[in-house]
Every structure is written in C-alpha cells, then in structure tokens.
T-cell receptor, first 112, second 113 residues
Framework: EDQVTQSPEALRLQEGESSSLNCSYT??????LFWYRQDPGKGPEFLFT???AGEEKEKERLKATLTKKESFLHITAPKPEDSATYLC?????????????FGKGTHLIIQP | EPEVTQTPSHQVTQMGQEVILRCVPI?????FYWYRQILGQKVEFLVS????????KSEIFDDQFSVERPDGSNFTLKIRSTKLEDSAMYFC???????????FGDGTRLSIL
C-alpha cells in the first residue's frame, strides 16, 4: 500500500478554471508535508511546507492546506504556465528519518 | 538564488561499468541526499548524508552504491557495476536543517546500455 497517494493522476483545465489537487497520507508521526512542482526534464522545485493540521500556505495562484490525513493544493484561476506535475512528499518519524516519501504526482495541463 | 547543480546532465554507460554522478549542493547546507526517478515512476529516496557520514539509506542503496563528499563543495554518487535497471534520473538535494525543504538539482539522466 502506498504511503502517499495523489489524485487525480492527471487533470486538464481551461485557463481560469479553479480546482484542487489531493494528497492523502497514511504515515504516522508526520514531521512535514512538502509540495513540489516538476517540469519535464527538471528536478522538483519547492513550493510549500506544512507542518501541522490546520496550517495553510499561499503563493500567487496556489494555496496549500493540511489536515490530519490529507493535504490539498488549490489552484485559483490557473494560467498555462501553471502546467506541470505537482508532487507531494512527506517526512515522518515512523519509518525513514531523513528521506522524503513521494507520491506519484498529479500531471496538470492548463489549456489557453 | 543559490541552486543545486549536477553534472553531467546525461550519462551513457555500458552495463557493468562504474559511473560517478556529481553534485554541488547549496553552499551553506549541511544535509545532502540522492534520489532516483525511473521513467514514469515516482521519486524514490536513496541515501542521506550528514557530518561526513551516511545518516540513512533505503533498500535500493545496496553495496553497489556509495557516496562521498571529497571536498567542501562536491557530493558524489558512485555506482560500482551498473545494471540495466539502474537507468533513471538521479537527483541530488540539500537542506540546511533537518525537516526543512530539500532543494533539488535538475538531475543526471543515466542510461545503461
């Protein structure tokens, strides 16, 4: 069973059409949840860190929220340049101490 | 803005050969990591390195793999005898404190023939 599950796997939106990406996790002892953006052929680019349930972070058209079991990445009025794969990753105390455990990502396409 | 740099961007190697992937982490960072991403799959943790020693390694990081920080700026991953299944993107990452965001380089694409 995957410890970090992202949904949907792929999402196609029209420019300006807001939506949310989901990241659910089953690990215990969460030390941090991280959102990254990955463009084709590039490394993950850091977006947000969330440490405790109820926390929210915002940057331009993106807003990340965290509960005890999942996180959402809300995209408001997206533009074509927001097209990318969005990755969720966790650090937790129950298993590995230092390495991030990633989900498979959501491939987002914003059509003009 | 400081960034993690990796060389080469693409490495093609014959099966059974040794390969060294190189990384220059962000200069004031203290924790260093290697990850890999097989085409179409998720990013997987390989190893973390702190205070000149391995602090954690995954099941993937077997005896064929080793890491080294040969000087104050470079961090390397060596695969001693490459296999076809080692073909992947290898990412280096670094951060200043544990629990802080890890910053990734753009990776080395390793192709084993």
């Amino acid at each position: 069973e995957d410890q970090v599950t992202q949904s949907p796997e792929a999402l196609r939106l029209q420019e300006g059409e807001s939506s949310s990406l989901n990241c659910s996790y089953t690990v215990s002892g969460l030390r941090g949840l991280f959102w990254y953006r990955q463009d084709p052929g590039k490394g993950p680019e850091f977006l947000f860190t969330l440490y405790s349930a109820g926390e929210e972070k915002e940057k331009e058209r993106l807003k990340a929220t965290l509960t005890k079991k999942e996180s959402f990445l809300h995209i408001t009025a997206p533009k074509p340049e927001d097209s990318a794969t969005y990755l969720c990753a966790v650090l937790y105390s129950g298993g590995g101490a230092d390495g991030l455990t990633f989900g498979k990502g959501t491939h987002l396409i914003i059509q003009p | 803005e400081p960034e993690v740099t990796q060389t080469p961007s693409h490495q093609v190697t014959q099966m059974g050969q040794e390969v060294i992937l190189r990384c220059v982490p962000i200069s004031n960072h203290l924790y260093f990591y290697w990850y890999r991403q097989i085409l179409g799959q998720k990013v997987e943790f390989l190893v973390s390195f702190y205070n000149n020693e391995i602090s954690e390694k995954s099941e993937i990081f077997d005896d064929q793999f080793s890491v080294e920080r040969p000087d104050g700026s470079n961090f390397t991953l060596k695969i001693r005898s490459t296999k076809l299944e080692d073909s992947a993107m290898y990412f280096c990452a670094s951060d200043r404190y544990s629990n802080q965001p890890q910053h990734f380089g753009d990776g080395t694409r390793l192709s084993i023939l």
